[in-house]
């Protein structure tokens, strides 16, 4: 079973703030995912990589950045933090890249920006 | 671009009851579609997914799903409810190569005795 640990499980900052949230994963997958969920919305796609290095932007990146420093871990940066990211945070991991992945979730961050 | 639409927001379902929940998808060609669950407090786990062949797909813990491309839908069943399967589903369909899941809002079963 794919192990995806997510850091920290919960956050408080304020308006305009610096947060990092972390995942990790060790079963070597090459493919990282970033998703936030909010009522109404689902899940949705914030930023994404193939690998250490690589970056890809999702369906939602305004206001994050992302950096993958090794294959394991996968980071998601709010350099001003504002009260509409108030958000439930998933990052996923998958080993096929294809069509047919199947996404490994870690348990979530729950940010919360006054 | 692609889209999933599950138009029930909330079921309620009594235990040891059937339980089906709707899917729709959007997309232009052959999708690849999957049904995630999320029990509370916790991230989301895959039920089963779809691959062109076999239009009726086995999943975990007694769910099925099948796949009708004239209707564009990929509903799941499950024969008999148990409490533990209380619980969010999500639909979802594959974007393109190594894009991640397009989801839909999630379906919010609640099992009753």
């Known amino acids: 079973e794919a192990a995806v640990t997510q850091s920290p499980r919960n956050k408080v900052t304020v308006t305009g703030g610096n947060v990092t949230l972390s995942c990790r994963q060790t079963n070597s997958h090459n493919y990282m995912y970033w998703y936030r969920q909010d009522t109404g919305h689902g899940l949705r796609l914030i930023h994404y990589?193939?690998?250490?290095?690589?970056?890809q932007i999702g369906d939602v990146p305004d206001g994050y950045k992302a950096t993958r420093t090794t294959q394991e871990d996968f980071f998601l940066l709010l350099e001003l933090a504002s009260p509409s990211q108030t958000s439930l945070y998933f990052c996923?991991?998958?080993?096929?890249?294809?069509?047919?992945?199947?996404?490994?979730f870690g348990s979530g961050t729950r940010l919360t920006v006054l | 671009a692609q889209s999933v639409t599950q138009p029930d927001a909330r079921v309620t379902v009594s235990e040891g009851a059937s339980l089906q929940l709707r899917c729709k998808y959007s997309y232009f060609g052959t999708p690849y579609l999957f049904w995630y669950v999320q029990y509370p407090r916790q991230g989301l786990q895959l039920l089963l997914k779809?691959?062109?062949?076999?239009?009726v797909v086995q999943g975990v813990n007694g769910f099925e799903a099948e796949f009708s491309k004239s209707n564009s839908s990929f509903h799941l069943r499950k024969a008999s409810v148990h409490w533990s399967d209380w619980a969010v589903y999500f639909c979802?369909?594959?974007?393109?190569?190594?894009?991640?899941?397009?989801f839909g809002l999630g379906t919010r079963v609640s099992v009753f005795p």
């Open positions: 996923a991991s998958s080993d096929q890249g294809g069509r047919a992945e199947t996404l490994y």
């Open positions: 779809y691959y062109p062949g076999d239009p």
């Open positions: 990589s193939y690998g250490a290095g690589n970056l």
């Open positions: 979802a369909v594959s974007n393109n190569y190594a894009q991640g899941l397009t």
